[in-house]
């Protein structure tokens, strides 16, 4: 079975400042790993995901994430934030599986404050 | 992008009625669609994977009985809360499955916040 670990509930930031939101995972398999943005009184929206090849992945909005296999990371990250990048934003893993669905495990999801 | 709906919003209901919750993929159609639980500050937990024309697949802990869903067309899914009890109160999100590797094209709703009086 597969978990996920956000450890920051609210991360407050200032407009254009960096910001990382943090998510560790715990699985015995292969994953595939991804993160979700919902914005308010919005469904959730996928980011980005990593499958497989290169570790760094990027979103078009300027967000990336690295897969870290030693530390059973993705963290999340931008060089600059926008106020419109205030949402809730959610860490998920699924197994890595050839073919057949793979059930979606979620974090508990952070909630990123941009104030002006 | 893929549009799901859900509908209502919002519902309030009173403790031992049923309460219906749609589901609808507007823009393509989904075999498989899911209905997740989450409560605050609690992240999402799959309750049950509906599929098209066959029974859903519950997990487990979660009450069939209670949680009737039904996947009566390729776009539409619908999960009825029946004798709903104050405790069932939380914001139930459906997601639908659109082609591509199966498991990593999911598109979720906005969500249905039911509270139970």
């Known amino acids: 079975a597969q978990s996920v670990t956000q450890l920051d509930s609210q991360v407050p930031v200032f407009e254009e400042a960096p910001v990382e939101l943090r998510c560790n995972y715990s699985?015995?398999?292969?994953?595939?790993l991804f993160w979700y943005v919902q914005y308010p009184n919005q469904g959730l929206q996928l980011l980005l995901k990593?499958?497989?090849?290169?570790?760094l992945v990027e979103s078009i909005n300027g967000f990336e994430a690295e897969f870290n296999k030693s530390q059973t990371s993705f963290h999340l990250r931008k060089p600059s934030v926008h106020i419109s990048d205030t949402a809730e934003y959610f860490c998920?893993?699924?197994?890595?599986?050839?073919?057949?669905?793979?059930?979606?495990?979620f974090g508990t999801g952070t909630r990123l404050l941009v104030s002006p | 992008g893929a549009v799901v709906s859900q509908h209502p919003s919002r519902v309030i209901c009173k403790s031992g009625t049923s309460v219906k919750i749609e589901c609808r993929s507007l823009?393509?159609?989904?075999?498989?669609m899911f209905w997740y639980r989450q409560f605050p500050k609690q992240s999402l937990m799959l309750m049950a994977t509906?599929?098209?024309?066959?029974?859903?697949?519950?997990e487990q802990g979660v009450e069939k009985d209670k949680f009737l869903i039904n996947h009566a067309s390729l776009t539409l899914s619908t999960l009825t809360v029946t004798s709903a009890h104050p405790e069932d109160s939380s914001f139930y999100i459906c997601?639908?499955?659109?082609?591509?590797?199966?498991?990593?094209?999911?598109?979720f709703g906005p969500g249905t916040r039911l509270t139970v009086t």
């Open positions: 997601s639908a499955l659109r082609g591509g590797l199966a498991g990593l094209e999911q598109y």
């Open positions: 699985s015995s398999v292969s994953v595939y």
């Open positions: 990593y499958l497989s090849g290169s570790t």
């Open positions: 998920a893993v699924s197994e890595r599986k050839n073919t057949g669905f793979q059930k979606l495990v």
């Open positions: 823009d393509f159609q989904a075999t498989t």
């Open positions: 509906s599929n098209e024309g066959s029974k859903a697949t519950y």
